[in-house]
């Protein structure tokens, strides 16, 4: 029996394996060169038709065909009484026996009712519980191509991860449990492969605080979600262990004298600190609360600058900020709205036939209506996804570039936008007061002063990061090196093999 570390996170998620010497890193996706990273976004599709409507929907479409039947007949017996001889009166008698035929005829009813639903439904009627109980799944770059390829045949969660902490209507928890344990399964499914043993134990990486605002109820309510999800996925035993935490237990064995680590993890959905003793000798323990000096995080990761720079650099040429005949200017919210993929009722609103109708006609009332007509195709053709992850490629260039030029023509032919380094820069000005703060909290709530400082997690590569975060906020700390992607689950894996052997 094999244990594994999960790291699950907004953007990517990876898997590994320890066997007490090294690390075994699990492929995931065989499409990319750096194949043991995937997505952690998923497409439910539909290959042919949709499933059909849920029970109660029917129902409701049998008793209105019902009163229509109901209808006809009164209207016939109207027309039989006023018939001038027999054989008219024949005629509507007829009628009136078929029609009540009909309307007895249960499974005919059923049957008409479905195909009228069929008729006008597409994939965003469905809830995310039919979803995920009817619909195929595709993960990582196999997921998304589909996605870009036919949005209209599925719906594409780009963030699981980011829900899980967020007030859920009724179904939509059940949903996640189920589409996560698509997810957990299937990198279950690749270790087994891969390690050619049974795998059934993990230790499954979480933040301090999951994306929401729901505080502790929140990130009780990811926790459920994550076991149910793993349990369904075949694991008999599941651990949760802090993200900067697992970051900490891979370099504590490049450490050569117990040291106080400041570990800052900046990832896609969240941002955790922690203060923590490290200590080489200490790595084969399975509890190390007691050497967690500080911990705080919250939801603020990479993906909130991604929107924060389509809000600042591409939104205007989409008709943000542009005036309406009544001097007003263009609802600003219409441009947060669509960017809301973490958000599903927010996203969902905006992918409305009345959210369209209203863009078309705010379009209308524009002294210069073509910028807007961006928007409209980005509502109309359901696109959020597409740009959010334009944006995500063009702040990951330039973090080696000063200026490039964003293509987005799958909006509109010949529309480029051009960004520069200090654009971003100047995007991502109020998240990154923000981190400073995160790490000031930690700095004020431990006991003890950090000796090292180790940064993790996608974003602490952004040179923009790097400056203000190691260069001038902490930069009497020495910098530890470390794999900025991959320590997290590497830590995992090690806590795993501890948890397996205890």
Known sequence: MAAIGIDYGTSNSEVVYFDGQEHHFIKLDPTLEDANKIRSSVF???????PNPPVAIIEAKVAQ????ITEQIDKAKDSYYEAKDPREQNIYSDKISDLRSEF????????RAIQLLLKDMTVQDLSLQQLAE???FAFGEEGFRRYLKTPEKGRLIYSPKNFLGASLVAGQQQAFVGIIAKQLAFFRASAETQLQQNVDTAVIGRPVKFHGTRGEAGNNQAIEIMTQAAKKAGFVKVEFLEEPIAAAYKIEQTLDKPTNTLVVDIGGGTTDICCIRLSADKNISLDRQQDVLSVTGTRLGGMECDKNLIVKSIAPTMGMGQLMSNNLP???TYFSDMC???N???LDNFFSDDYGLEIAQTRCMMKDPKLLSRLQTVQEEKLSARLVNSSRLAKEMLSSKKQITLPLHYIEADYNVDISLEDLNRSMQSWLRRVKSLVTECLDNSSEPPEMLFVTGGMSLSP???KEIQQIMLADLPLLEGDAFNSVCEGLAIQASNLANS
């Open 44 to 50: 439910i599709y539909y290959e042919h038709e949709l």
């Open 65 to 68: 065909i019902k009163r229509s």
């Open 104 to 111: 007895h005829n249960l499974p005919e009813l059923q049957r």
């Open 134 to 136: 009817t619909g195929k």
């Open 330 to 332: 263009v609802p600003p």
């Open 340 to 342: 809301a993929v973490d």
């Open 344 to 346: 599903i009722p927010k």
């Open 464 to 466: 923009i990061v790097q």
